[in-house]
């Protein structure tokens, strides 16, 4: 079974610091994994994936994660955030060929401070 | 291209009543996804349509939830005899290719059952 652990449910930072959001996956072969973005009230925004090659992946809005097999982790990162990327961030696993369905992680509320 | 439409964006619903959400694809996309989201908690995947077929269902959706995708354009889903444990936010998304590696999500419907 296939299954995604994000161990932090609320993280603030400060405008203009760094950022990292852990994400641990369960699977059975190669995953593909994937980081969304949802602001209240409103659907998710895929941010970045992975599907296969350089482990080191660039999304939009400045965001990049580096899957390590090792570890099966996929941590989401960002070198300044805005305030605008305050927002619930949820990890998820699954979706090749012959399994069609994503498994989310209970996500990861990012509070910004001024 | 205008994205995945979902409709009504809220619904409020007395117990015991059916209600049916619309969710209209990015056009061309042949692969349509439902997910149930309740709150502090991340998506979970209900079902998915290739085209007209239903070709998974989770075992979140019970015998009061059908889904349907006729012609393989619009789906929708409903619920029968509504229970207040079905409160929660119904998200649509699709994909064209396979397995839900670009999925494009709705914006998502909000139920809640008083």
């Known amino acids: 079974a296939q299954s995604v652990t994000q161990p932090d449910i609320h993280i603030t930072v400060s405008e203009g610091a760094s950022l990292e959001l852990r994400c641990n996956y369960s699977?059975?072969?190669?995953?593909?994994l994937f980081w969304y973005v949802q602001s209240p009230g409103q659907g998710l925004q895929l941010l970045l994936k992975?599907?296969?090659?350089?482990?080191l992946v660039q999304g939009i809005k400045g965001f990049e994660a580096e899957f390590k097999r090792s570890q099966s982790s996929f941590n989401l990162r960002k070198p300044s955030v805005h305030w605008s990327d305050a927002a619930e961030y949820f990890c998820?696993?699954?979706?090749?060929?012959?399994?069609?369905?994503?498994?989310f992680g209970t996500g990861t509320r990012l509070t910004i401070i001024p | 291209d205008t994205g995945v439409s979902q409709n009504p964006r809220h619904k409020i619903t007395k117990r015991g009543q059916n209600v049916t959400f619309r969710c209209d694809p990015i056009?061309?996309?042949?692969?349509l996804y439902w997910y149930r989201q309740t709150l502090g908690q991340g998506p979970e995947f209900l079902t998915y349509?290739?085209?007209?077929?239903?070709?998974?269902k989770s075992r979140l959706l019970s015998d009061r939830f059908s889904a349907e995708r006729p012609k393989g354009s619009f789906s929708t889903l409903e619920i029968q005899r509504t229970e207040q444990g079905d409160s929660a936010m119904y998200l649509c998304?699709?994909?064209?290719?396979?397995?839900?590696?670009?999925?494009?999500f709705g914006q998502g419907t909000r139920l809640t059952v008083v």
């Open positions: 998304a699709s994909s064209l290719r396979q397995g839900a590696t670009e999925a494009f």
């Open positions: 699977y059975g072969a190669t995953p593909y």
């Open positions: 992975y599907f296969s090659g350089d482990t």
């Open positions: 998820a696993v699954g979706g090749n060929f012959g399994n069609e369905k994503l498994t």
């Open positions: 056009s061309e996309h042949n692969r």
């Open positions: 349509f290739q085209n007209e077929a239903q070709l998974e």
